[in-house]
């Protein structure tokens, strides 16, 4: 299969396949000059536009001048949406999936349908543009070479604690979303669980008029945010810097799994290396497989 990218043709043809094409097509998560050009023609451009909220994605249409036919595509109807969007695409008709802000399918629906249009062999097209965490996540000032996104923690405080719990000792800068009723009790719970000293970054209302960023040990930005009026308003991602690493993710550790894995290559394939090293040293499958075929090129 080849994706030709044309003006609108309808922005991806592929060779000797028929039907419609699915677009995830990122819209602003505030400052409605994020949108792009090209998601802007390809809501001009398909037949069907499947929203969140028709209501607030009729909105948005408005303003960028077109009109189009709106379905719902939420939580709720997904699965049951999905079969109608499916025979759009069957009968030829491109078929745009929006949320009400950011990427789709980020802690948004769109799953259910991507899958099947996928399985079914249809071209599914990524537009993309803004996603609030992405954004967050570069001006934040923490570590990015790996992050957790974790969507949204449970909204009771013990199923909140007890997912903290479970990554209190995850390595990878934490990210999740909260909802402003919910910000105070979450980040006090960070404190609680995770420790009051634990490098965090708050951004609320990403790109949009009233942008803030809280920043410093859990204790002060728990602070700044009973101090500051507007703290509890808008929505918010929530940027946790990981636990420290413990002593077996040393760099003489490291050493040690790679005069392993160096002494296994002598003799075995890579993925049965990866395999038989992850059952040595407890350490992920995946990961020692990159680091054996790293080791392999070298």
Known sequence: MKNVVSDFSAEVSLEGASGGTLFIVATPIGNL???????????AGVDVV???????SGRLLSHLGIQKRLVALHD????????????????GRDVALISDA????????????????RAAG?????????????????????PTDRFLFIGFLPAKRSGRRASLES??????????????????????????VLGPDRETVLG???????????????HEVLAELEQDPHGTRGEFVVMIRGAEPCAGDSDEAILDVDRVLKVLLAELPVKKVAKMAAEL??????????????????
Do not use: W
């Not at 499947?50 to 607030?56: I, K, N, S, V």
């Not at 699965?79 to 969007?85: I, M």
């Open 76 to 91: 709720h109807n997904e699965k049951d949406r999905a079969g109608s969007l499916l025979a759009e695409l069957e009968a």
């Open 102 to 117: 950011g990427t789709p399918l980020i802690s948004d629906p769109g799953y259910v349908l991507v899958r099947e249009a």
């Open 122 to 142: 249809f071209v599914v097209c990524p537009i993309p543009g803004p996603c609030a965490l992405v954004a967050a996540l570069s001006a934040a000032g923490l």
């Open 281 to 298: 040293t407890g350490l992920s499958k995946n990961e020692l497989y990159q680091r054996a075929l790293a080791l392999k090129d070298d």
């Open 204 to 218: 609320r209302e990403i790109t949009k008029t009233f942008e803030t960023f809280y920043s410093g040990s859990v």
């Open 167 to 192: 990554l209190s000792s995850e390595v990878a800068t934490l990210v999740f979303y909260e909802s402003p009723h919910r910000i105070l009790e979450s980040v006090r719970d960070i404190a609680e």
């Open 33 to 43: 000059d994020d949108m792009s050009p090209r998601a802007t023609r390809v809501l």
């Open 50 to 56: 499947a929203a969140e909220d028709t209501r607030h």
